[in-house]
């Protein structure tokens, strides 16, 4: 079955810590893109990639980093996480067919930074 | 550049009521619009896109929303509510075609009555 994972799905973690948020996706898609969601709040762009060995910053400027060196694995890591960073984090794919360029989304990993 | 507006955070209705849940957009470009929804501890899930044909989408769940170029609206409705549709609901715009990415609004959570 086609789909797409995030693994933690909770983490709660000290301050300092070196963290890293798993997504994969089983679809082939080639773009992937992680959204950071605080609650009442629009979710924020924060990384995309468009292929393999592709990244960008999104919209929300973000400490974290990515990488993309298969198509179906696009990690996000916080080499020291802070308080700030407590949020939950959304990734997400799409593919480049014809059309609207339609997500399809994990379920989210909640990072809590104590 | 893109924007979308959800009017109010909160939105409460009894069980059989209309559903309505508004989002006005801004838009350079002819938009594609989306809503999605997220149930708790969920990731966020398509219900219905306008890709710029019919102006009135049908979704799942029994949901449509008509898009309206004058007004810069794409609201949502549903006939009659059902407490399964309890859930935060996002409108999100984009350029037309894959290659452009999502805004998405605030939220607006749906909360039914017995």
């Known amino acids: 079955e086609a789909d797409i994972y995030q693994t933690p799905r909770y983490l709660v973690i000290g301050t300092g810590k070196k963290i890293t948020l798993e997504c994969s996706q089983t679809?082939?898609?080639?773009?992937m893109y992680w959204y950071q969601q605080d609650p009442g709040m629009e979710l924020h762009l924060i990384h995309y990639?468009?292929?393999?060995?592709?990244?960008e910053k999104g919209d929300l400027s973000s400490e974290s980093t990515v990488s993309r060196i298969r198509t179906e694995h696009f990690p996000l890591t916080l080499e020291s996480a802070r308080p700030s960073h407590t949020s939950q984090y959304l990734c997400?794919?799409?593919?480049?067919?014809?059309?609207?360029?339609?997500?399809?989304f994990g379920a989210g990993s909640r990072l809590t930074v104590l | 550049a893109q924007s979308v507006t959800q009017l109010g955070s909160h939105v409460s209705v009894s069980e059989g009521a209309l559903v309505l849940l508004r989002c006005n957009y801004s838009?350079?470009?002819?938009?594609?619009l989306f809503w999605y929804v997220q149930y708790p501890n969920q990731g966020l899930q398509l219900l219905l896109k306008y890709t710029s044909a019919a102006t009135l989408v049908k979704g799942i769940n029994g949901f449509e929303a008509e898009f309206k170029k004058s007004e810069t609206s794409f609201h949502l409705t549903k006939p009659s509510a059902h407490m399964s549709d309890a859930a935060e609901y996002f409108c999100a715009v984009s350029g037309p075609g894959p290659s452009h990415k999502l805004i998405f609004g605030s939220g607006t959570r749906l909360l039914v009555r017995p």
């Open positions: 990639s468009y292929g393999v060995n592709s990244t």
């Open positions: 997400a794919s799409s593919d480049s067919g014809a059309g609207a360029n339609v997500l399809t």
């Open positions: 838009s350079s470009v002819p938009p594609y």
């Open positions: 679809m082939g898609h080639d773009k």
